[in-house]
């Protein structure tokens, strides 16, 4: 394990070399990937567009391996005493390693007679559920963890061979909302959507990032202009491109709020607080990630009606505990990774299909500010009626079904 990587070393039984195969786990689970041990070019990969990404990953560690000196910090949180199983949360992307930890659960309710051992990046250390046994935690950058480091190899294999004989879990990188919750890894409760109608303060709460922009760009000669100052003056485009956030953010709360008076409405996200947002809007804003300060957001978004935010990892957690979630999709991104970034949360989830529909929405990014308030009052508003209906036993709903034809 090189990093993120799992794979074993292969021989060919007719003499054509030696190889290194992806072991069904995380994404090798449906993108298995074989690479030559010579030179690490491709032998055999998927090569859709959903995977070919995982073997092009592994082909370019590879070739650019060496030792990187990943620092690993391990922390015992109870003594072993049975067969250690690994789970490898090492990636880097946050949203490809999150859902990797959020399956530690299912092994941890039908896998007890093992003593989980999690590897994670750092920015997870925070979300260790009760139970494992041990987490080997890299402190290293998190875009480091694509490289192929031959020292982290080697630490690895010391640190295993202390035992006869280890396991790998399979640790699929996308996990279904149903096999966990959420409140054992943040330790939030997530928002009842059963009490969705209850409150007449509504809380929306904005999930902000300064690397993947808001803003509305309805007019091609803005978009001409900003895609020439991108290359022309990276830093003044960066600098641009917040400042048409925060307007785009100020508009989206003015729009709600002129529907809404009493509505408590939130900027959470990655940035500098209090710079250009409206006196009225809660900033939560942070430069520095701690555990108190995740926590405060996990509260937050636990506390929110609705969650609005632009298409990445950052909307895994809000999405998670929130009451519904509007996502803003980047113009040209892949369509079929709409909801990758979603997780479920199903506390309190009122009817299995049709709520799910109305709390889990996705508008083009650049969707003016009025139109975006008009899909959060389209689900503030419908919720009440159909609590009403959802919550009827079968043979009520059944009863006025039948006497509305008579």
Not at 2 to 23: D, I
Not at 129 to 146: F, K, M, N, Y
Not at 167 to 193: K, L, Y
Not at 352 to 360: A, C, E, N, Q, V
Request: glycine share 6%; proline share 5%; aromatic share 10%.
């Amino acid at each position: 394990m090189p990093g993120m990587w799992c794979l074993a070393r292969l021989k060919c039984r007719f003499g054509h070399g030696e190889f290194y195969g992806v072991l069904a786990e995380g994404h090798g689970l449906y993108a298995p990937a074989l690479i030559d041990a010579a030179d690490g070019c491709l032998v055999q990969a998927d090569k859709s567009r959903y995977s070919i990404w995982f073997a092009e990953w592994l082909k370019d560690a590879f070739r650019t391996r060496g030792c990187q000196e990943t620092p690993l910090r391990i922390r015992r949180l109870r003594s072993l005493r049975a067969k250690p199983l690994v789970v490898n949360c090492l990636d880097s992307c946050y949203g490809h390693s999150l859902p990797k930890l959020l399956s530690v659960q299912y092994y941890l309710e039908h896998y007890p007679d093992y003593d989980l051992i999690v590897i994670l990046p750092r920015c997870l250390e925070w979300l260790i559920p009760d139970g494992v046994a041990e987490a080997w935690i890299s402190d290293g950058p998190l875009d480091g963890l694509r490289a192929w480091d031959d020292a982290l190899a080697r630490r690895f294999s010391d640190l295993v061979s202390q035992w006869p004989e280890a396991w790998i879990a399979a640790c699929p990188a996308g996990v279904h909302c149903t096999e966990f919750e959420i409140q054992r890894f943040t330790r939030v409760e997530p928002f009842d959507v059963s009490a969705f109608a209850a409150d007449e303060n509504p809380k929306v709460t904005f999930i902000w990032r300064d690397d993947r922009f808001a803003f509305s760009e309805r007019s091609a000669i803005r978009r001409t202009w900003l895609r020439v100052l991108q290359r022309m003056a990276p830093e003044w485009s960066r600098r641009v491109r917040v400042r048409l956030q925060l307007e785009y953010v100020n508009q989206i709360g003015k729009a709600l709020r002129s529907r809404l008076p009493a509505l408590d409405f939130a900027v959470v996200g990655m940035g500098v607080r209090g710079a250009g947002l409206a006196g009225w809007i809660t900033d939560m804003r942070s430069l520095v990630l701690e555990e108190d300060t995740e926590r405060a957001w996990c509260d937050r978004y636990a506390q929110s009606h609705i969650v609005i935010g632009v298409h990445g990892s950052n909307m895994l957690l809000p999405s998670a505990h929130a009451g519904a979630v509007l996502t803003l999709m980047p113009n040209g991104y892949p369509l079929y990774l709409c909801f990758t970034d979603t997780i479920l949360n199903g506390r309190g989830a009122l009817h299995p299909t049709m709520s799910t529909l109305l709390r889990y929405k996705t508008v083009p990014l650049g969707t003016n500010a009025d139109t975006i308030a008009e899909w959060v009052m389209a689900t503030l508003q419908a919720f009440p009626a159909l609590t009403r209906i959802w919550t009827l036993p079968a043979c009520q709903t059944a009863e006025h079904v039948s006497c509305s034809f008579l």
